[in-house]
């Protein structure tokens, strides 16, 4: 079983930076997807980017396409998100999750969730 902890969030103003990380323990991350999601105050948890076990595949909810960017370092089982020109829509705590079976980019086989790290936007 994994175990994820994510860390990186905080306070922004509108259109600036942050980079999440979510580092993983319990066992290497190597063969499988990651992923970020997020959930907003009264809404559901939404996907928001994943990449595959080698990093050769990445994808993004089309609300964040061009602004963030998810990478992993599987030497340091840590996965990143760098979140660029933020907006106040962004503001959620936001997740890393773990495939659940090696290999799966399904979004439905993702789990293993940190924490989650409280990333608010102001405007």
């Known amino acids: 079983q994994v175990q994820l902890v994510e860390s990186g969030g905080g306070l922004v103003q509108a259109g600036g930076s942050l980079r999440l990380s979510c580092a993983a323990s319990?066992?290497?991350?190597?063969?499988?997807?990651m992923a970020w999601f997020r959930q907003a105050p009264g809404k559901d948890r939404e996907f928001v980017a994943r990449?595959?076990?080698?990093?050769?595949?990445?994808d993004y909810a089309d609300s964040v396409k061009g602004r963030f960017t998810i990478s992993r370092d599987n030497a340091k089982n840590t996965v990143y998100l760098q979140m660029n020109s933020l907006k106040a829509e962004d503001t959620a705590v936001y997740y890393c999750?773990?495939?659940?079976?090696?290999?799966?980019?399904?979004?439905?086989?993702?789990?293993?969730w940190g924490q989650g790290t409280q990333v608010t936007v102001s405007s």
């Open positions: 999750g773990a495939g659940l079976i090696p290999g799966t980019l399904n979004l439905a086989d993702f789990g293993s």
């Open positions: 319990g066992r290497t991350i190597t063969s499988y997807a």
């Open positions: 990449i595959s076990w080698n990093g050769a595949y990445m």
